[in-house]
């Protein structure tokens, strides 16, 4: 059974970076094709992609965001971890972290229940 | 970037109507498009991908179509359960991008 849970801090100032976790169980990130992706949505908006991190420790990022994303694994924890550095307010959303293998198409089959950040002063 | 356009942004309907939600792609994907319910409060479940292809799990009355740019979605009799918001989603290319999302609301 897959799950996928994140965890971090649900209030952050601006300026300031934020580091969220994603511990995972039921599959390994040193399976052939698996992978690990963020994704975060506004409040009342729409699906945004962060970052995505492969099995072979191939790390894809959002262009946009590129510059202020991070993505590692801790394979010794089952963890994958996201940095998002010099936060906005525009940065409040939930994120979620998300599993994608070759037998779902690469496709994100399996979600956490994400976490909601907010970034305030 | 690939862009993905979905419409209608919100449709009203009832119980046991057939409902169908388009997705276009700025450029040609092939079949790389997946299909995500969203129900309030809860993560995205996958419904389709491959533009087609049923997730293990998913009733029947979901279907999917297309390939290249134009894809839709199809609900054939909706259910009490299915009054969502879906959204569609490419991974043809880095960065992946999903769609605006549709809203479907009872009439």
């Known amino acids: 059974q897959i799950t996928l849970k994140e965890s971090g801090p649900t209030l952050v100032k601006p300026t300031q970076t934020l580091t969220l976790t994603c511990t995972f169980s039921?599959?390994?990130?040193?399976?052939?094709?698996?992978?690990v992706g963020w994704i975060r949505q506004p409040p009342g908006k729409a699906l945004e992609w962060l970052a995505l991190?492969?099995?072979?420790?191939?790390?894809r990022y959002s262009p946009s965001l590129e510059s202020r994303l991070t993505i590692t694994q801790d394979s010794s924890k089952n963890q994958v971890i996201l940095t998002l550095t010099n936060l906005d307010p525009v940065d409040t959303a939930t994120y979620y972290c998300?599993?994608?293998?070759?037998?779902?198409?690469?496709?994100?089959?399996?979600w956490g229940q994400g976490i909601l950040v907010t970034v305030s002063s | 970037d690939i862009q993905m356009t979905q419409s209608p942004s919100s449709v009203s309907t009832s119980a046991g109507d057939r409902v169908t939600i388009t997705c276009r792609a700025s450029?040609?994907?092939?079949?790389?498009l997946a299909w995500y319910q969203q129900k309030p409060g809860k993560a995205p479940k996958l419904l389709i991908y491959?533009?087609?292809i049923l997730q293990s799990g998913v009733p029947s009355r979901f279907s999917g179509s297309g390939s290249g740019t134009d894809f839709s979605l199809t609900i054939s009799s909706l259910q009490p359960e299915d009054f969502a918001t879906y959204y569609c989603?490419?991974?043809?290319?880095?960065?992946?991008?999903f769609g605006q999302g549709t809203k479907v609301e009872m009439k």
């Open positions: 998300a599993h994608s293998q070759p037998n779902s198409g690469w496709f994100f089959d399996y």
């Open positions: 039921g599959f390994s990130l040193s399976t052939a094709g698996v992978g």
């Open positions: 991190i492969y099995w072979a420790n191939d790390k």
């Open positions: 450029q040609g994907i092939g079949s790389w």
């Open positions: 491959g533009a087609s």
């Open positions: 989603q490419q991974a043809a290319t880095f960065p992946r991008t």
